[in-house]
T-cell receptor, first 114, second 108 residues
Framework: KAGVTQTPRYLIKTRGQQVTLSCSPI?????VSWYQQTPGQGLQFLFE???????NKGNFPGRFSGRQFSNSRSEMNVSTLELGDSALYLCASSLEQGSIYGYTFGSGTRLTVV | SQQGEEDPQALSIQEGENATMNCSYKTSINNLQWYRQNSGRGLVHLILIRSNEREKHSGRLRVTLDTSKKSSSLLITASRAADTASYFCATAGNQFYFGTGTSLTVIP
């Protein structure tokens, strides 16, 4: 079966712009989580969605938002981009909320803000 | 902030040797998981150990968990060049936190 699909793979944006990243989870997985990975901060949890509701949120400013659709696909939006938002953004899906079974990760979207 | 700290930060070994990575964490957990990440790619789930388990095996992987010391170790036996990657522990409790990672290099 297909894995977690993230689009686009690479993105270059200008400071001040906004960006939307997409994640399609494994079929049947209802939980989608988002992470930001940078060399300096490592893997930082952004938020988790389950059944179209945000169930958990990390310590990121309100410029970072997300949503989940009825088919479990999720989008993440970052508004007013800053240079420090340059990172690898990873999406992970799981059967249930939380991490009872472990997560399956996508290959990520590499965002560069110039 | 990160929940887990991993040790060592970097490890370089010869093919065929064993590699051991350690993870320490701060709060109570439901389970602890180990992931592998090849350069610039997504993470791959390796193994999950529940808080009431002390040891688990999967192929060449052996994971131990000591909840009294809030620590876990990942042992990769008979390492191969293809094992070269970064390895992360992740703790599942009220939230899901990743450790800082260990960069493993296996020299052919």
């Amino acid at each position: 079966k297909a894995g977690v699909t993230q689009t686009p793979r690479y993105l270059i944006k200008t400071r001040g712009q906004q960006v939307t990243l997409s994640c399609s989870p494994i079929s049947g997985h209802r939980s989608v989580s988002w992470y930001q990975q940078t060399p300096g901060q490592g893997l930082q949890f952004l938020f988790e969605y389950f059944s179209e509701t945000q169930r958990n949120k990390g310590n990121f400013p309100g410029r970072f938002s997300g949503r989940q659709f009825s088919n479990s696909r999720s989008e993440m939006n970052v508004s007013t981009l800053e240079l420090g938002d340059s990172a690898l953004y990873l999406c992970a899906s799981s059967l249930e909320q939380g991490s009872i079974y472990g997560y399956t990760f996508g290959s990520g979207t590499r965002l560069t803000v110039v | 902030s990160q929940q887990g700290e991993e040790d060592p930060q970097a490890l370089s070994i010869q093919e065929g040797e064993n590699a051991t990575m350690n993870c320490s964490y701060k709060t109570s957990i439901n389970n602890l998981q180990w992931y592998r990440q090849n350069s610039g790619r997504g993470l791959v789930h390796l193994i999950l150990i529940r808080s009431n388990e002390r040891e688990k095996h999967s192929g060449r992987l052996r994971v131990t968990l000591d909840t009294s010391k809030k620590s876990s170790s990942l042992l990769i036996t008979a390492s191969r060049a293809a094992d070269t990657a970064s390895y992360f522990c992740a703790t599942a409790g009220n939230q899901f936190y990743f450790g800082t990672g260990t960069s493993l290099t296996v020299i052919p």
